[in-house]
């Protein structure tokens, strides 16, 4: 049997998880009102060791469970950014937790965004959009998450100068229109020693990533391997609709060779891709490069690597015509890709590998991938 590229990936990522299984791990309680502030020794985007000691001093704690993959997260940057700057000179100390774990955290979940929450990527998260507050990873074991309980990304938890949980909950009722006032009114409260009237409150946003639910992860990675792989013959008139884009979707195009390295060890990468965003309006398209005659080789190739997106392979072995029907831009180096919004707007061309990262920006931020016209 043929070793499947994400069973294969699964796992490795599943590696020391076998013995949790998601009945006999208990759900981690919310800490409730009046509760102590439990410790914790975590590590920050600025490669610091933070734990509960290094906020003594402050008047007010507020933390906040969030990360980067979540929509309701991303939402509320700027907010957090504004409560950071409004309440740290009134002795108001503001740390943001990041603390799903990767190895529950599946592709499809982080198709509205451009990076996961690896620590790698909030560093550059933080970067991105300027945070001045600690950014703290609790990814890997999760002992944070546990002891206080987050249920969805944001929770908010406001705590006393004695470290006492006085209000947990969400930032503010709307995604959309909010401006943290629910949590200011509660940090002013605390501030000025008044009761909070609603010390607990409903929040909203992706759910907690623990690392011992992955069942649902397993059973998605185990559809995508069983998807059909296909290589179909392609002319330059074919070649040319293709970049013409006239589809109701976004398109990542490549064109590579199963003789070229860089090709070969990028093509992952795009199979990566095409899982992220495929629930949006975005298809990934490859352009094989090879002699006809090695067609079957090539298949073999894509089905190694679980490439169900739409396959096509150059029927001429006129390499000019291939380089002139994809591009006139391109000198006809490989590995060669463009981006085509719908209508033919060509928005990224690139000889050589593509930047993961840069790649995933320029996907996920592009107005087009929703349907927008």
């Not at 100068?161 to 909010?178: A, F, H, T, W």
């Not at 490989?334 to 085509?340: N, S």
Request: glycine share 6%; hydrophobic share 35%; net charge positive.
């Amino acid at each position: 049997m043929k070793k499947k590229l994400f069973l294969a990936l699964i796992t490795i990522l599943l590696t020391g998880y076998a013995a949790f299984g998601q009945e006999s791990h208990p759900q981690p309680k919310t800490l409730e009102p009046g509760s102590q502030a439990p410790d914790f020794k975590l590590k920050g985007v600025d490669d610091k060791t933070y734990s509960l000691s290094d906020f003594a001093k402050s008047k007010v704690l507020v933390i906040v469970f969030s990360c980067n993959h979540c929509p309701t997260a991303q939402a509320y940057q700027d907010r957090l950014n504004n409560i950071y700057s409004k309440y740290t000179s009134k002795g108001v100390s503001l740390v943001v937790i990041s603390s799903n774990s990767m190895k529950s955290l599946n592709l499809w979940e982080q198709g509205w965004s451009d990076l996961d929450d690896s620590f790698e990527a909030m560093k550059i998260r933080a970067k991105d959009k300027n945070f001045k507050f600690p950014y703290l990873y609790d990814g890997d074991d999760q002992k944070t998450a546990i002891a206080y309980g987050p249920e969805a990304t944001p929770h908010a938890y406001v705590f006393d100068k004695n470290r006492k949980l006085q209000y947990v909950g969400c930032i503010d009722p709307s995604m959309e229109n909010g401006k943290a006032e629910t949590l200011s009114n509660a940090i002013d409260a605390v501030l000025e020693d008044r009761k909070i009237e609603k010390p607990v409150t409903k929040v909203f946003g992706c759910s907690t990533k623990w690392a011992w639910k992955t069942e649902g992860t397993i059973k998605l990675y185990k559809e995508w391997s069983e998807l059909p792989v296909t290589l179909e013959n392609i002319d330059t008139s074919g070649i040319r609709k293709v970049i013409q884009n006239k589809s109701d979707k976004l398109r990542l195009i490549t064109v590579w060779a199963s003789w070229c390295g860089p090709c070969v060890q990028e093509f992952p990468d795009f199979v990566i891709i095409d899982r992220i965003y495929r629930s949006r309006q975005f298809e990934f398209v490859s352009i094989n490069a090879d002699k006809l005659s090695r067609k079957d080789n090539v298949l073999k190739f894509l089905q190694k690597n679980e490439a169900s997106n739409k396959n096509y392979i150059f029927s001429s072995d006129n390499n000019g015509d291939l380089v002139e029907a994809v591009d006139p831009k391109w000198s006809g180096a490989l590995p060669y890709t463009l981006l085509v919004e719908q209508g033919g707007n060509i928005i990224y061309r690139i000889q050589g590998p593509i930047n993961m990262i840069e790649m995933r920006k320029l996907i996920n931020w592009n107005r087009y991938i929703d349907g927008v016209k």
